[in-house]
């Protein structure tokens, strides 16, 4: 009996203390004209982990999530594609493509960047479904930042570095203000855990931080990359109950233990 109490404070403790890692995320990175060069990089230090093929053919490409932990969305630039997140391989889902992509999962709507213009695509097609309002400038980064909002940075023409916000609602774009990093072909993803941008462009090889309201950066280290790519921040949807539903469960494992404990007690 003292064993099966041990099993129940032993469980306890994980469920109450293992919340912490509840969410695993990953930060993808599709470098540019390279169709094996799907990667993972490391929000720590920039460390690239190579994962497999990426379908990417070209340069200029966007990345983002999909709303299913197995895939992401990227373009080759022409086309978009269904990439697998394991790296054994993609679809392509036909054009006609862009350079920037964010997702959002609450309405699985895609949207698109290309040569300063911005627009949903299909997202079993890769068709473009309706221009909205530009930029006015050469967005290609993109990431969608939840709630009704899309961030967007420059690279290429116009003010490289250069962060702005979209408001989905009324379909209008904002300045936030200048990174001060002369991005090229840089891909953007958004942790909404810590209300943070990444990005990466090919003007040098290092991940940088930026901060979403300020456009204030910070570098977080080499990835040892060169080229620029996309970026796709994903967090792991799977189920898990709730931390106060956990909490509950922990503590009430703890009582039945205790109670365990009295009643065969000698």
């Given at each position: 009996m003292k064993f099966l109490t041990k099993q129940l404070f032993l469980i306890a403790l994980l469920l109450i203390f293992g919340l912490a890692n509840a969410n695993?995320?990953?930060?993808?990175?599709?470098?540019?004209?390279?169709?094996?060069?799907l990667y993972l990089l490391d929000t720590t230090?920039?460390?690239?982990t190579s994962v497999g093929i990426s379908g990417v053919e070209s340069s200029t490409v966007g990345l983002s999530p999909s709303g299913d932990d197995t895939k992401l969305f990227g373009t080759s630039w022409q086309d978009l594609l269904s990439v697998n997140a394991d790296g054994s391989g993609y679809t392509n889902l036909g054009g006609p493509g862009a350079e920037g992509l964010a997702y959002n999962h609450n309405t699985s709507t895609l949207y698109g960047a290309i040569n300063g213009n911005f627009f949903t695509m299909d997202t079993s097609t890769g068709a473009n479904t309706g221009y909205l309002t530009?930029?006015?400038?050469?967005?290609?980064?993109?990431a969608y930042g939840g709630g009704d909002t899309i961030y967007g940075l420059v690279g290429?023409?116009?003010?490289?570095?250069?962060?702005?916000?979209?408001?989905?609602?009324?379909?209008?774009?904002?300045?936030?203000?200048?990174?001060?990093v002369d991005f090229n072909l840089p891909g953007l993803a958004?942790?909404?855990?810590?209300?943070?941008?990444?990005?990466?462009?090919?003007?040098?090889?290092?991940?940088?931080?930026?901060?979403?309201?300020?456009?204030?950066i910070?570098?977080?280290?080499d990835t040892g990359l060169t080229g620029?790519?996309?970026?796709?921040?994903?967090?792991?949807?799977?189920?898990?109950?709730?931390?106060?539903t956990m909490l509950l469960l922990?503590?009430?494992?703890?009582?039945?233990?205790?109670?365990?404990?009295?009643?065969?007690?000698?």
């Open positions: 695993a995320t990953s930060l993808y990175f599709s470098l540019d004209s390279t169709p094996d060069g230090n920039g460390a690239a530009s930029p006015g400038a050469d967005v290609e980064g993109l290429y023409s116009g003010p490289r570095g250069y962060l702005y916000s979209y408001d989905i609602i009324l379909n209008s774009w904002t300045f936030i203000g200048d990174t001060g958004y942790n909404p855990e810590l209300d943070l941008l990444y990005a990466k462009g090919s003007q040098d090889g290092y991940l940088y931080s930026i901060n979403p309201n300020t456009a204030a910070s570098v977080i280290g620029g790519g996309g970026l796709a921040f994903v967090s792991d949807s799977a189920p898990i109950p709730e931390p106060s922990g503590c009430g494992l703890f009582s039945l233990a205790g109670v365990t404990r009295r009643k065969f007690k000698k």
